[in-house]
């Protein structure tokens, strides 16, 4: 099992901004401390937060990558849809091409994951919802 390290202040987001947490229920992480960080051991890039969709988890189950079943022995404890997990990125991207990508939480997405996929695609797939709603509000509509 990886322990967790000490989180370094110089994580950041896909957005160049304080890495978030991906998520804790399941605990989530290469480090499984809720966040997509990825240290040098980390060579597959366990990057992106992504929310798992039953798509999703069944394109990865065919492609050998199995989500759903749990694997105790690697502090894994399964995944059902609407978990947030920090999916290798290149099994994210892999997903896009075969139309399954499941939605991304940028604010938790590591930058490193621009290593492998393009942030338009991450942006495209985007389910973060602003801190501050009234950017969505332009008031009432106007005739």
Wanted: with cysteine.
């Amino acid at each position: 099992m990886n322990q967790p390290a000490t989180r370094p202040t110089t994580e950041r987001n896909v957005l160049g901004e304080p890495l978030e947490s991906c998520g804790t229920e399941p605990m989530t992480g290469f480090f499984r401390d809720g966040d997509c960080r990825c240290g040098p051991e980390d060579v597959g890039l366990h990057a992106v937060c992504a929310v798992m969709t039953p798509e999703f988890l069944d394109h990865q189950r065919s492609v050998g990558n199995d989500l759903v079943t749990p694997r105790p022995e690697w502090n894994f404890p399964g995944l059902v849809p609407g978990d947030r997990w920090c999916v290798v990125a290149i099994r994210w991207f892999q997903a896009y091409r075969d139309g399954a990508a499941a939605p991304v939480v940028l604010a938790a997405t590591s930058e490193r994951a621009l290593e492998v996929v393009p942030l338009a695609l991450l942006i495209e797939h985007s389910v973060d919802v602003p801190s501050d709603l009234s950017a969505l509000d332009d008031g009432p509509p106007t005739e």
